[in-house]
């Protein structure tokens, strides 16, 4: 089972052109929509998360159950549900602005136990920088990690959510110690500050890299650096992209057993090929479409 943790929440994605054109509902948030796609992707998942019990809550729940992610861990609460605006550019790059204030999810509880049968739990977006809710999920992944559970980091920077940039990059940095692999954007590195290396020193066992269109690169605590390039798609939007490369990764090291620090040093470049070529062209399919629309493990073949 991988259990992922964090935000569930609404898009407003605009169809057509102008800011306000056509503005639709989509049913989003980074670690909900590496949920989906884990499920799509056939592996064994659950969400733990708080979630509205207004129309746009159930229908997020209603979404997760379709693709055969256990909600079981998911609390609620009268709260409404966050909505983030979406911008979309000539290359398909999304930016979001967001209305967060007495939303349901800033009031997640971390959970006393985490569901049976768990072997990694996956952290990251807007879940980490939101209080109270982003301490009750960082206490949950300390004791996730303290407990030998393989855990996962995407932070997805929206800095827009940050009021103290400085703050949360020593935050970040206290996380490091209790994350098994990490995965960030090429913008995320930059705002960050940091560099590979002196991440994988502080704790990960492996630090993946996105680059969009150029591919993905993982770093290793041996070293070692494997790179592939993107797959070749015409581009609809990017939203979901990066958590369709966070579920394929987790989904493509379960299959192998992959589930721990040293199993990821154990790859070999053979292995991390293989796996981040994976991770490209599952991405590359939600590229191709409107909205998080992470693909089946149907449309994408064998590891």
């Known amino acids: 089972m991988i259990v992922v943790a964090g935000e569930a929440l609404i898009d407003l994605v605009p169809q057509g052109t102008g800011a306000l054109a056509g503005l639709t509902p989509a049913l989003g948030g980074g670690p909900y929509n590496t949920a989906v796609a ?33 909600v079981s861990a998911v609390q609620r609460g009268p709260e409404p549900t966050t909505l983030a605006v979406a911008t979309i550019d000539a290359s398909g790059s999304a930016a979001y602005s967001f209305y967060v204030e007495g939303t349901a999810d800033r009031l997640f509880a971390a959970p006393a136990e985490l569901p049976a049968g768990t072997r990694a739990v996956s952290f990251g977006t807007c879940s980490l920088v939101l209080e109270p809710g982003a301490s009750a999920y960082e206490e949950l992944m300390r004791t996730a990690a303290a407990r030998g559970v393989f855990t996962a980091l995407d932070p997805n920077i929206r ?41 994988l020193a502080a704790g990960p066992s492996a630090v993946v890299i996105t680059r969009g269109g150029d591919g993905l690169t993982a770093f290793t605590r041996d070293g070692s650096a494997h790179s592939v390039p993107g ?41 991390w090929t293989e796996l981040l070529r994976f991770a490209a062209r599952a991405a590359a399919i939600t590229c191709s479409r409107a909205g998080a629309e992470p693909p089946y493990a149907s449309e994408l073949g064998d590891l």
């Open 159 to 199: 800095a827009g959510l940050i009021p103290d940039p400085d703050a949360y990059r020593a935050r970040f940095k206290s996380w490091l110690p209790s994350v098994s692999l990490l995965k960030l954007s090429e913008e995320d590195a930059q705002w960050l500050g940091g560099t590979p290396s002196e991440w």
């Open 38 to 70: 884990l499920g799509r992707l056939g592996s064994p998942a659950a969400f733990c998360s708080r979630t509205s019990s207004d129309a746009f809550g159930e229908a997020l729940l209603d979404r997760l159950r379709r693709a055969s992610v256990d």
């Open 231 to 271: 797959e070749k798609v015409d581009v609809v939007d990017t939203i979901g992209a990066g958590d369709t490369v966070n579920a394929a990764l987790l989904h493509g090291l379960s299959v192998r057993d992959a589930l721990s620090a040293e199993a990821l040093l154990g790859l070999g470049a053979d292995g």
